[in-house]
């Protein structure tokens, strides 16, 4: 159970050592590791963290280095891991002055800038410098891994892959530690050689996010369908996504035009090496104004999201605030201290946005302190009402995972899947477990009967199986 968090917004304070106050709230909640977004250095006082020009160091707003043993410590001593984000695919456009001591950069370009130099000439030394960073979170910070972030955008064409490398090198770290360590990449490539072992031609990865589960889960809830969410939706892709782990696995891709992806061998790959999530810091400030999904959906919806991410076999993740229903936006914030590179953000991002239908004043300002300061959590409300429901929900769903054997069943091919798309349910069968689900506004009849283990509803027990109230679901034991 993997819990993401923005340690600048996660508290009113947004240092580490106010984030280490919350930790025994995480334990309660049933969190296994805590993911924190960058904490590398960046330019500016507040940041989402990833235009990071310092690697090595820890930003000092948040405590700088020794803030960060503390957190680790603190997170230790709870029994909580620690995964630390680290961005290797771009350097920030403020305060970078790399390329005037070496060829750090190449000559090719992702969305963020230029790209970093893994194999051009010269790139042995680059190399060597992004290992030993990512390194040096784990064995001197003794962060339990990393989340490496969009490596997609890692152009690499040598016969080694930079991935590959560290994967072999994180695991030699590990044997010299005595300690697991892990790697979560962030792709959207949908390309199981990720997460496939190096002795099976794989580069090794732990686990990787994996956004089709969200899209289908997400699209399929809300009705939303833009952008690249154009191909999900209905509960077709849904049951499919849910039993393969990629929705796109050579399939055609509408927002790509072309072919995308390749199948996952469930035989061989447990679902635990994807990551299953209704929320992530991207799907929600990437949203022009910053909207969580509690802020459009009832909590009725929400708590069906969580039922069929925390009901699957997936590793779990959530974000920040996310299981109460947080009231709070997650807004894309900086603080370039220059003001040119700040009014091109601003401006950019306003333009961005009106060419998809958006009147750019709606667009927060990323430069405006406003916008950092609304997307912290707000802690007083977590007891209050459907905040308070929901975060109960969320709690007893993470302890089914944890004290019910049949829903630890990592091997998606032990997982069946049943579903009506015009009347709307659908039903995760995992051992003698049933997570029902009703995503239609009113009540339906779903054909599964058993003893009712965890709910959010009434259900009631009926010829036909089971009557689930409108956006709602059930855990039935049905054996």
């Known amino acids: 159970m993997v819990y993401e968090l923005h340690i600048g917004t996660f508290t009113p304070a947004g240092i580490f050592d106010s984030a280490i106050e919350r930790l025994d709230y995480l334990v309660d909640l049933g969190v296994d590791f805590v993911e924190v977004m960058p904490v590398n250095a960046f330019s500016g006082t507040h940041g989402w963290g990833y235009d990071g020009v310092l690697w090595y160091a820890v930003h000092e707003p948040y405590g700088g280095p020794d803030g960060l043993v503390r957190f680790v410590n603190a997170c230790h001593e709870r029994g909580l891991g620690l995964l630390i984000d680290a961005v290797f695919n771009h350097l920030g456009p403020s305060g970078n002055y790399l390329p005037l001591f070496g060829p750090y950069l190449s000559s090719g370009r992702n969305p963020w800038g230029d790209s970093v130099n893994l194999s051009d000439a010269h790139a042995d030394e680059v190399r060597r410098y992004i290992l030993d960073c990512a390194l040096r979170w784990m064995r ?15 152009v690499d064409t040598t016969a080694i892959h930079i991935l590959e490398e560290l994967s072999a090198e994180t695991d030699a770290l590990a044997a010299e530690l005595g300690r697991p360590l892990s790697l979560i990449a962030e792709s959207d490539l949908n390309d199981p050689r990720l997460i496939t072992p190096r002795d ?17 889960i ?8 833009q952008g690249y969410y154009a191909d999900f939706g209905s509960l077709r892709v849904l049951a499919d996504t849910m039993k393969k782990g990629y929705f796109h696995a050579g399939t055609y891709s509408s927002f790509r035009h072309r072919r995308h992806g ?7 790959t447990p679902a635990t ?8 810091h991207d799907q929600v400030g990437n949203r022009a104004v910053g909207d969580r999904p ?12 969580a039922a069929l991410a925390l009901g699957s076999p997936y590793t779990a993740m959530l974000f920040m605030g996310e299981e109460w229903g947080s ?22 991002r306003k333009a961005e946005f009106a060419a998809h239908g958006w009147d750019a004043d709606e667009i927060p300002d990323p430069q405006d302190p406003e916008t950092f300061l609304r997307s912290k959590l707000d802690w ?33 091919d032990h997982m069946s899947v049943a579903y009506e798309e015009k009347r709307r349910w659908i039903v995760l069968q995992r051992g003698g477990l049933a997570v029902a689900c009703n995503l239609a506004d009113g009540p339906v009849s779903v054909p599964v009967t058993g003893e009712v283990v965890l709910a959010w509803g009434e259900p009631v027990a009926v010829p036909e199986g089971t009557r689930l109230d409108g956006q709602s679901f059930a855990v039935l034991r049905v054996r």
């Open 140 to 154: 001197d910070f003794h962060a339990d891994g990393l989340r490496l972030d969009a490596v997609h955008a890692l």
């Open 200 to 216: 099976k031609g794989g580069y090794g990865m732990t686990a990787q996010w994996d956004d089709d589960i969200h899209h289908a």
């Open 218 to 225: 997400h699209t399929a809830v809300s009705g939303e369908r």
């Open 262 to 268: 390749r199948p996952l061998d469930t035989a061989t």
């Open 273 to 280: 090496r994807l990551l299953a999530y209704t929320l992530t």
């Open 294 to 305: 509690s802020q459009n959906l009832t909590t009725g919806q929400l708590a069906v999201k």
């Open 327 to 348: 009231s709070s936006p997650f807004q894309f914030f900086s603080s370039h201290p220059e003001p040119d590179l700040g009014r091109a953000t601003a401006e950019g």
């Open 380 to 412: 007083s409300e977590i007891d209050e009402g459907d905040h308070g429901r929901l975060r109960r929900i969320y709690r007893a769903l993470i302890a089914l995972r944890r004290d019910e054997p049949d829903m630890a069943d990592p091997w998606l």
